[in-house]
């Protein structure tokens, strides 16, 4: 492990592809031992910024350091892994042989039987890779890439094409991963993911950082709430009468109204349904905030 102060550190960043800009001027920090998520629509800049970190782009401005070094410095030092959606496998090798290839690249590997073990695949060590579902090869990647034992791993929707079972495994294994004090930056589309496995989301628009926090952080920005109850003495055009259908839902006797004033709502549906029951404010999920944040910025 090192002992650098920065994982990761990005400056002024910038990219560009013909008149698109990729990534407009990000300026990111990220701890030893920390687990980013990287949120964005598409075109955002989450793939164009992990390429960046790993040295497989260069920057038309500003720096990127990867514990204080370059990325070329530290991929070559074993220090980086990266699970990317791009790159086909070589069609005739079995999994087992592809750890190998990778490991004999490296300086200090992990032994194959170890990373297969690790990425929960030891059973696939004899498939060739044209045998494997979409799923596993998503796994097998995992594998690959904690091949050089590395202090970051960056991951680019590490789950795509998994199942429930898997993603639940995959997950796992990441924790196993990050016990030891790793850091991991990922870009994810599931929400679900972020909120559940991130120490801090990072979310990108228009490839730049509109937001930056703990997830919890992330959606106490967002001024929505969202109120649900079961109202037996409303029938669906009562409810859309008192509250519109903008982020209304009625699902029989359940509704959901999403609102930036709860108080409001509470008060007139008590007035309105005197046998309302099972009722319940939360704040906005990461979804919620995810939509709101982009949207506001695209105004």
């Known amino acids: ?128 890779a044209t045998d494997l579902s979409g799923g596993q090869t998503q796994r097998v990647r995992f594998a690959l890439a904690l091949v050089p034992d590395p202090d970051l791993l960056v991951l680019d929707e590490p789950t795509v094409a998994m199942d429930v079972a898997a993603r639940r495994e995959f997950w796992a294994a990441m924790r196993r991963f990050v016990a030891a004090g790793r850091t991991v930056l990922f870009a994810t589309h599931q929400l679900d993911e972020a909120d559940g496995f991130a120490d801090r989301v990072v979310l990108l628009h228009d490839g730049r950082v509109v937001a930056d926090g703990t997830p919890r952080h992330v959606k106490s920005v967002v001024a929505v709430r969202t109120v649900r109850a079961t109202v037996p003495d409303l029938d669906a055009a009562a409810v859309h009468a008192l509250f519109g259908a903008d982020g209304v839902t009625v699902d029989g006797e359940g509704v959901r109204i999403s609102t930036t004033d709860a108080d409001t709502v509470l008060r007139t549906l008590l007035e309105h349904s005197p046998r309302a029951r099972d009722i319940e404010v939360t704040g906005a999920g990461l979804e919620e905030a995810f939509l709101s944040i982009t949207e506001g910025t695209a105004r």
């Not at 990266?82 to 300086?107: K, S, Y």
């Open 1 to 128: 492990m090192t002992d650098t102060p920065h994982a990761v550190r990005l400056a002024g960043l910038r990219k560009s592809y013909g008149s698109t800009r990729a990534v407009d001027g990000v300026d990111l920090e990220v701890a030893p031992g920390e687990i980013v998520a990287l949120l964005g629509p598409n075109g955002a800049g989450k793939s164009t910024l992990a390429d960046l970190i790993l040295g497989l782009s260069r920057p038309d401005a500003g720096t990127v350091a990867v514990f204080g070094r370059t990325p070329r410095e530290a991929v070559d030092a074993g220090l980086a892994g990266a699970m990317l959606q791009d790159g086909a496998m070589l069609a005739d090798a079995t999994v087992g042989e592809l750890a190998a290839l990778f490991a004999a690249v490296h300086r200090h590997p992990l032994p194959v039987a170890e990373a297969l073990d690790r990425a929960g695949i030891a059973d696939l060590a004899r498939r060739r």
